[in-house]
């Protein structure tokens, strides 16, 4: 069963500390998506990678957020130091792309961020 | 701007009530108009895509149609297991960096009850 997989599903972290959130894309798909849902703002995206190069981190606060994939099997997203106001669901997705074809994008659970 | 509205933001329905929920985008270049469902403490779960105006789409009780500015999502006879907040997205029709970005409706939330 082919899934998106992301690690933790909850983290409580203090005000100033560094969060580490992870992702494990369906095998064989080039693409991953980060997005951020609120109950404000709903689901806005943060960072999007294809064939592990980033293409458009518009989204990501860039002096605190950063966002990697260190190998096809891994994508992370890093908030350092994080802020109370970054509290949300931070969702990862991934799909496939080749030219004009494209498939949707699958949802991870997501990792449920407090920061107190 | 891409923008996405979704109406109403909330539907209460009885069990086997039918009713519909819209989804009114603005995109310069439409490449596709999705459709999710996602349920509480869940991510969003795909359901449909949609590519050109007068595509129709069904999958159980549920049926999707695209027109050149919106999209509805129809509920036949719905049980309360359809209860769920319902997504849409849009996709940009533009290579680079765009590609493949979805933007998201703020969701309708559906209640139904037995």
């Known amino acids: 069963d082919a899934r998106v997989t992301q690690t933790p599903r909850h983290k409580v972290t203090e005000m100033g500390q560094e969060v580490t959130m992870r992702c494990q894309p369906i095998?064989?798909?080039?693409?991953v998506f980060w997005y951020r849902q609120t109950m404000m703002q709903g689901l806005e995206l943060l960072a999007y990678?294809?064939?592990?190069?980033?293409?458009?981190d518009s989204g990501m606060p860039k002096d605190r957020f950063s966002a990697e994939m260190p190998d096809a099997t891994l994508a992370t997203l890093k908030i350092q130091p994080s802020e109370p106001r970054d509290s949300a669901v931070y969702f990862c997705a991934s799909g496939s792309t080749g030219g004009e074809e494209n498939t949707e994008a699958f949802f991870g659970q997501g990792t449920r961020l407090t920061v107190v | 701007e891409d923008q996405v509205t979704q109406s109403p933001e909330a539907l209460r329905l009885q069990e086997g009530e039918s009713s519909s929920l819209n989804c009114s985008y603005t995109?310069?270049?439409?490449?596709?108009l999705f459709w999710y469902r996602q349920d509480p403490g869940k991510g969003p779960e795909f359901l449909f895509t949609l590519y050109s105006a007068g595509e129709e789409k069904e999958k159980e009780r549920l049926k999707a149609t695209l027109t050149k500015k919106e999209s509805f999502l129809h509920i036949t006879a719905p049980k309360p297991e359809d209860s769920a907040t319902y997504l849409c997205a849009v996709q940009k029709a533009v290579r680079g960096t765009s590609y493949g970005k979805l933007t998201f409706g703020q969701g309708t939330i559906l209640t139904v009850h037995p």
């Open positions: 995109v310069s270049g439409l490449r596709g």
């Open positions: 095998l064989g798909h080039n693409t």
């Open positions: 990678f294809r064939n592990r190069a980033p293409l458009d």
